[in-house]
DNA sequence: AACTATACAGACCCATCCGTCTATTTCAAG
DNA sequence: CTTGAAATAGACGGATGGGTCTGTATAGTT
C-alpha cells in the first residue's frame, strides 16, 4: 500500500474541502473518492470534524510551505521579497483551484467562536502575519511590525475579494497599494 | 397585521443567516422564529435560495445605509470621512452581532461561481467600493481610484482578520496602516 | 352575507446527513 | 498454518433537510 489510508482520508478531505466548502461535502463522498471504507474512517477519527481538524492541519503546512518557497524562489532580497508575496498571491488567486481561504471559509461556516476549527484558522492567519514579518525584520523596516501588517491586511484584503467580489486582479491592486509602503524601505 | 409576512420572514431570515450561516439554517427555524406558517414562505419565494437573495439584498440595503450614515455623522470633512471609517469598522467588529461580512460569508457557503447569491455579493462589494471612491474623490486624493482601493483593502482585510485571526483590534490595525496613505491628502 | 385571497398547523414525502453495526475478507507476523 | 489486526461493503438508525399537500380559519371587500 503506498499511501496510509489515513493519509488519503486526509489529503481527499482536504482537496474536497477546498473546493466545495465544508458542510456540502458528506463523508460518503469523501470516503468514496478516497476509496476507503466508511468505517475506516471512523477508525482514524473520532468524527467528521477531527477529520476537518486534520484537513486544516495539513492545509496550513502544504500552503505555507509553498507559499514561502515561491516567495523565495522569486527574488533573493528580503525587500524584493516582500513585494513577491503579491506575485505569489496573484498566482494562487488565478489557478485553476482557486476557491479563497480555506480558513476563512472554515471561520464562515463553524460560527462556534470557541471550535477548534476557528481556534486553527486563527493560528493559521497567526503564523502567516509571522512570516510577513519576519521578511520586514529582514528588510530592515524602521517599523518591521507596523509593516507587517499593512501588508498583512493588504493580502488578505485580496484574498477576500478576489473571492467575494469575483476579481482576479485584487493581488494587482494590491501590490500597487503595497508599493506606497514599501518605498518607504531603506534601499539596498 | 403590523409587518407584512413577507417582511417578517425577509428580517428573520436575515438575522438568522447574518448569525448563524445559511446552510447551518433551515426553513423550519426560519417560519418558527418568523412566526409564520411554512406554506406562507413557499407562497412568497420559489425556493429557499430566493429567500436567501431577498435577506442579502435586504442586508446590503440596511448594512450600506447605516454605515455610510455612521461615517457622515462623525465627522463633516471628506478626508476625515476616509479615517472615520476605520471608526465605524472598529464599532462594527465589536459589537454584540459581529460575525463577519455576511457577503463574505455567502461567498464562502455558495460555491459556485455563477450563483446569483455570488453576483449578489460582488455587487455589495462593488458599491462599497465606489462609496469609499466618492469620499476619496471629495477629498480632493490626487488618485482617488488607487487611494479607495488601497482603503478598501485595508478595510476588507480587516473584516477578514477580525473573524479569522479572532482580532478585534483587526480596524485598528487597519486605521494605523491607511494613516501612512492619508497623511498624503491635501490639508483643508 | 357572500366571496376571495391569504395564512394557518401539521402531516407527509423523499433525499441526505453522520455515525454504528455486522459479517466477510485481506494480509502480514509469529 | 494460524492468529489477529485492519480494511472491506453495505445495511441500518435517527435526525434533519427542503419542499408539497390538505383542510381549516381568518379577514377584508363588495
Not at 518557497?69 to 513577491?84: C, F, H, I, S
Not at 493559521?124 to 520586514?136: E, F, G, P
Amino acid at each position: 500500500m503506498r499511501a496510509s489510508k489515513r493519509e488519503q482520508l486526509v489529503d481527499t478531505a482536504m482537496r474536497l474541502f477546498c473546493r466545495d466548502g465544508f458542510q456540502s461535502v458528506g463523508i460518503d463522498r469523501i470516503v468514496a473518492e478516497a476509496g476507503v471504507a466508511k468505517m475506516t474512517l471512523y477508525n482514524h477519527f473520532k468524527s467528521k470534524d477531527e477529520l476537518v481538524l486534520a484537513a486544516l492541519r495539513r492545509r496550513d503546512e502544504l500552503f505555507r510551505n509553498s507559499f514561502s518557497r515561491q516567495v523565495e524562489a522569486a527574488v533573493d532580497t528580503p525587500a524584493g521579497r516582500l513585494a513577491a508575496l503579491f506575485d505569489v498571491l496573484h498566482a494562487w488567486i488565478n489557478s485553476d483551484d482557486f476557491n479563497g481561504c480555506v480558513f476563512c471559509n472554515a471561520a464562515a461556516e463553524y460560527r462556534d467562536a470557541s471550535s477548534p476549527i476557528r481556534a486553527l484558522a486563527a493560528e493559521h492567519k497567526r503564523l502567516m502575519l509571522a512570516y510577513i514579518r519576519s521578511l520586514a525584520e529582514q528588510a530592515g523596516a524602521e517599523h518591521p511590525e507596523g509593516l507587517a501588517e499593512h501588508l498583512n491586511l493588504l493580502l488578505e484584503g485580496a484574498i477576500s475579494q478576489a473571492l467575494t467580489a469575483s476579481d482576479l486582479d485584487a493581488a494587482k491592486t494590491a501590490a500597487r497599494a503595497a508599493r506606497v509602503v514599501l518605498d518607504t524601505l531603506p534601499k539596498q
